[in-house]
Every structure is written in structure tokens, then in C-alpha cells.
């Protein structure tokens, strides 16, 4: 009960800011060679409701006129990505359970499967790190086993570095 009550002072006790900085770093493990990684930085929105943290952004995408307008959100053992614009998506991960949803783009669709084994988050007074680590299915067929890093930081608070 003590811990309980101390963790909640904790938590209470966190203070982030409505502007941040976004760094959503991806990488992607295809038949035990080397990951391909990903990232990009962004400018975006952060809230917090009902033990839930959102994150909103836009994203521009490298041929394409539209920005891909992204919220990300998450609580214990789940985070959500949804994409709207260009792109279409509503990708779950789900802690220990398979997900099914329709990659939507100008070129088609696709199915994607989703299979996260790991979806944690640490939280610091100007920061917020998210860890998913997940198997990727496209069209029913295993892709890659991937891992998704979500650092989230108050605009004022420290900066990211651009090295690996």
C-alpha cells in the first residue's frame, strides 16, 4: 500500500510540457542480418488523460505533397500509432497478443500483423521514453522482428543527438 502511494506521488510529481520534441527511432532485425534503423525528429503536442499519454505530430513524407498527420498513444503494456493523410493506418501493439490492421497508401494497401512482446515506458520530469518490441508480418507472412523506440522530451528540456 505504501508503494502504491508513492508511486502515485511519483507520477503526480511528473511534469511535461504541452510542446516537445519527438524522436521515433525504428529498427528492423530481417533474418539475423544487421537492422536497418530509422529516425526521425519531430515538433509536437503532448498531453495526458486518464493514465494515458498522447503524442500529435506531423510527418512529411519524402514525395508526397501532404503532411501525414500522427498521434501516438500509450499507457501500460499498449501503445497505439495512427496515421491520417497520405498514409492510413491504426497500428496496435499490444503486449503479448497479435493485431491485424490495413496499411493504407496513394499505392495500395497491404495487411500488416503486429506481435509485440515488450511495450514499457519510463518517465522522468522532462521526458518520456517508450520501448516496443514487436514481430512484423506483411500479407500474413513474417517480415522482421522489430523494436521501436519513442523518446519524447520537453522543448526546453535537453536536446537530442543526431549520433547512433
Not at 91 to 112: A, C, H, Q, W
Amino acid at each position: 500500500m505504501v508503494c502504491w502511494r508513492l508511486s502515485k506521488l511519483i507520477l503526480r510529481s511528473i511534469k511535461m510540457t504541452k510542446d516537445v520534441m519527438i524522436s521515433i527511432r525504428g529498427i528492423q532485425f530481417d533474418n539475423g542480418q544487421d537492422g536497418e534503423k530509422i529516425e526521425s525528429i519531430q515538433r509536437g503536442e503532448y498531453y495526458h488523460k486518464n493514465n494515458t499519454h498522447y503524442i500529435m505530430f506531423e510527418e512529411i513524407i519524402e514525395g508526397m505533397d501532404d503532411p501525414v498527420k500522427s498521434m501516438i498513444k500509450f499507457k501500460k503494456g499498449e501503445m497505439h500509432l495512427n496515421k491520417k493523410g497520405p498514409i492510413n493506418v491504426n497500428m496496435e501493439f499490444l503486449e503479448n497478443k497479435k493485431t491485424l490492421t490495413d496499411y493504407r497508401t496513394p499505392f495500395g494497401s497491404i495487411v500488416i500483423g503486429i506481435e509485440a512482446t515488450r511495450v514499457e515506458f519510463e518517465e522522468e520530469e522532462k521526458r518520456i521514453v517508450a520501448n516496443v518490441d514487436y514481430a512484423m508480418d506483411v500479407n500474413y507472412e513474417h517480415l522482421a522482428d522489430c523494436k521501436i523506440k519513442v523518446d519524447i522530451r520537453a522543448k526546453d528540456g535537453e536536446a537530442f543527438s543526431l549520433r547512433s
